[in-house]
């Protein structure tokens, strides 16, 4: 039997920002004759990892030193690298023509695909990973779902304390073992961080969802945020938010963050979506 993470929920009230990250440049990232472009994850090396369609597969790459890679599971349809850790391993989620209930994850490290295999489970994907090697991700059984933490061959679950646990997703997980996510009340999404045993509410001011979808060491959250109807990226460092817009684009979602402060993510921009990244300048310090 897997483990529950439970903990006290403590709601956090915090300052915003509407004006860009100072300090930092956009890039897009797409991969040469792809549809659409995501970029999911970034390691402290500067390596992206991200998606793209191209004819009706879509595939996962990583990106160093401005040179892609494919990365996609044999046989499988679709191939979703969704976050990469220092040494270079990288975790996501497949789906074959014989999966007709959902994918299920993989860790890629040295060059070999190793699945996730959770008993009992209709689902699985991973979200995360950190410099240990511990997995964050989301399951589902027959009886509902969950989100867990996969530490050194311990399944642990992670349920935000008064909530429907079928609807927590964790995304992201530091060096710490701080772990960053989603939950839903009453149709809302809010995002949490989860340290020390307690889960505290990550909150944009103002906005009617918001979801955290990556950490880094200095405790920096990334993620996405609605509000009248629209998305927009976000940062949150040092307690303070800052809002994340590709120039001209109708959608920004924030998605990964390094412990230098880079940022990966996707816009969409004429109903084509693209992926970025936002680099912080050399010369400025963390």
């Not at 990250?21 to 004759?33: E, H, N, R, Y």
């Not at 500067?46 to 990365?71: A, N």
């Not at 867990?148 to 995304?171: A, H, K, M, N, Q």
């Not at 530091?174 to 961080?193: A, K, M, W």
Request: hydrophobic fraction near 35%; proline fraction near 6%.
């Amino acid at each position: 039997m897997p483990k529950s993470i439970l903990g006290v929920v403590l709601p956090v009230i915090l300052g915003a920002s509407a004006v860009p990250v100072l300090g930092a440049t956009f890039t897009s990232i797409d991969v040469p004759g792809a549809a659409y472009t995501s970029a999911w994850g970034i390691n402290s090396e500067g390596d992206i990892v991200g998606s793209y369609d191209m004819g009706e597969v879509r595939h996962g790459f990583v990106r160093s030193d401005g040179i892609f890679t494919t990365i996609d599971v044999e046989e499988a349809t679709s191939t979703v690298p969704w976050g990469i850790n220092p040494q270079g391993d990288i975790v996501g989620f497949y789906r074959t023509p014989d999966m007709p209930n959902g994918p299920r994850g993989f860790v890629w490290s040295d060059g070999i695909f190793t699945t996730i295999e959770i008993p009992e489970t209709i689902l699985n994907t991973v979200r995360g990973t950190d410099a240990r090697g511990d997995l964050v991700g989301y399951y589902r059984t027959d009886n509902g779902g969950r989100g867990y933490l996969l530490s050194r061959g311990t399944l642990s679950t992670i349920e935000v304390p008064g909530t429907d646990p079928s609807f927590t997703s964790p995304f992201g997980i530091n060096r710490q073992g701080d772990i960053v996510g989603t939950y839903v009340v009453d149709t809302v999404s809010h995002g949490f961080v989860l340290s020390g045993g307690a889960f505290t509410t990550i909150d944009f001011p103002g906005a009617s969802d918001t979801y955290a979808y990556g950490n880094n060491n200095r405790g920096d959250i990334v993620g996405t945020y609605r509000a009248d109807g629209l998305f927009h990226g976000f940062v949150r460092t040092h307690g303070t938010f800052t809002t994340i817009d590709f120039p001209g684009a109708e959608v920004t979602s924030g998605q990964g963050i390094n412990t230098r402060g880079d940022i990966v993510g996707f816009y969409q921009m004429g109903g084509v979506e693209h992926g970025f990244l936002l680099a912080r300048d050399e010369t400025c310090t963390p």
